[in-house]
């Protein structure tokens, strides 16, 4: 029998969560829908703002006090970013837990200017609009930040319950505040999700200034 606490944080949309079925007993599921209620599946209904990001701190907020020792974070449909999502669950269950309180959950590293240069050029952003990452940083923590943000991209991971109470409750309220009205808040957030537990998720040293790294080849997930 595990002697730790696991907790599975899922933010969702309109997605299919047929795959919670197969996630390992010994690890608690916690659904927040942005789409109402959901007839198959226990969750709690939030506001359709603030995509993943405003789920995760709500999340933070209202269990400050109550945080599982350890919580791994992810979308609706986790495999687009983390192909092999389902192993690293059992792994956790199984014990295997990181060796660091913080650990990005996805296969691409990418980086991000404090201007938002790789937002701007993304595809699926279609107007060029912009991503003020120093501008976010500034509210968030009172600096500019660094010059560039690496990440893994999708938004999951998984970080220890000491980690998350390092910050103060109001810092999360903070945050949750700026998820709902910060344009693009998401999006900034998924580029310094490990900033927020004050680390550095990747170790700069071993990216040796690469911008884009592929931790694994990419599979197709059905």
Known sequence: MQDYSLELVVAHYHENLNWLRKVPPGIRKVIYSKAGT?????????????REAHTYLHHLVTH???LADFAVFCQGKPFDHAFD????L???AAGKLPEVPFQWLGH??????????LFREWSK???????????????????????????????????ARELVQRQPLAFYERALELAANYPNAAHCYERMWDRIFGVE???RDWLAGRKTVYLKQIKKTV
Not at 110 to 116: H, N
Not at 142 to 159: H, I, K, R, W, Y
């Open 85 to 88: 999502f389902h192993h690293s």
């Open 38 to 50: 959901l007839h198959s599946t226990p969750c709690t209904a939030l506001p359709n703002v603030g």
């Open 108 to 117: 691409i590293i990418d980086t991000d200017t404090q201007d938002g240069q």
């Open 125 to 159: 952003n279609a107007t060029g609009e912009e991503l003020d990452l120093a501008g976010f940083h500034q509210n968030l923590f009172g600096t500019s930040g660094p010059e560039d943000f690496p990440f893994v991209l999708g938004a999951q991971f998984v970080v």
């Open 201 to 203: 998720g990747i170790d």
């Open 90 to 92: 059992r792994a956790f």
């Open 64 to 66: 400050y006090d109550s």
